[in-house]
T-cell receptor, first 114, second 115 residues
Framework: AQSVAQPEDQVNVAEGNPLTVKCTYS??????LFWYVQYPNRGLQFLLK??????LVKGSYGFEAEFNKSQTSFHLKKPSALVSDSALYFC????????????FGTGTQLKVEL | GAGVSQSPSNKVTEKGKDVELRCDPI?????LYWYRQSLGQGLEFLIY????????KSGLPSDRFSAERTGGSVSTLTIQRTQQEDSAVYLC?????????????FGPGTRLLVL
């Protein structure tokens, strides 16, 4: 079985400061990892994914995430947060041996304040 | 190009009524997924279609839920005899082919409220 944990329901950060949204996962095989963002009353927008290769993945809007196999983590990061980054962020995992469905975390609400 | 579209955007119904939710995937995408997002919850997988293969229905919560995909394109999710606990946002996603590496692209969702 595959699972994802996002330990923080909410993260608050000041504009201009670095942000981190945490994600840990559990799979039986090798993971494919994804981050999505959801703005109010909107669907999910794809940010980035880790499939293989370089552990640091760069994505849309200046976001990046680092795959850490030993810690089974895939934290989302951005060097300098913007107020417009305020949204709900979801981490998701797909087990390479577990079919095609994505298993999502419960989401982390990011609030960036002036 | 056009993304995944869903209709209606909002649906209010009375307990016990049937509802149909529609999804138009991105043109050329062969894989289509339905998820449910309940208040305060993450996304819950419901069903997956790939080409002409039998769908993966493992996530459907009860036999009141069913889905079909006609002509390998448009999909309809049907909920019979709706219950209040069915209130949620129903999201559809599509991807280019049946590969675990492929990114799923989501529609805006249908917000269902069962009174």
């Amino acid at each position: 079985a595959q699972s994802v944990a996002q330990p923080e329901d909410q993260v608050n950060v000041a504009e201009g400061n670095p942000l981190t949204v945490k994600c840990t996962y559990s799979v039986s095989g090798n993971p494919y990892l994804f981050w999505y963002v959801q703005y109010p009353n909107r669907g999910l927008q794809f940010l980035l994914k880790y499939i293989t290769g370089d552990n640091l993945v760069k994505g849309s809007y200046g976001f990046e995430a680092e795959f850490n196999k030993s810690q089974t983590s895939f934290h989302l990061k951005k060097p300098s947060a913007l107020v417009s980054d305020s949204a709900l962020y979801f981490c998701a995992v797909r087990d390479t041996g577990g079919g095609n469905k994505l298993t999502f975390g419960t989401g982390t609400q990011l609030k960036v304040e002036l | 190009g056009a993304g995944v579209s869903q209709s209606p955007s909002n649906k209010v119904t009375e307990k016990g009524k049937d509802v149909e939710l529609r999804c138009d995937p991105i043109s050329g995408h062969t894989a289509l997924y339905w998820y449910r997002q309940s208040l305060g919850q993450g996304l819950e997988f419901l069903i997956y279609f790939q080409g002409n293969s039998a769908p993966d229905k493992s996530g459907l919560p009860s036999d009141r839920f069913s889905a079909e995909r006609t002509g390998g394109s448009v999909s309809t999710l049907t909920i019979q005899r709706t219950q209040q606990e069915d209130s949620a946002v129903y999201l559809c996603a599509s991807s280019s082919f049946n590969g675990a590496r492929e990114t799923q692209y989501f529609g805006p969702g249908t917000r269902l409220l069962v009174l």
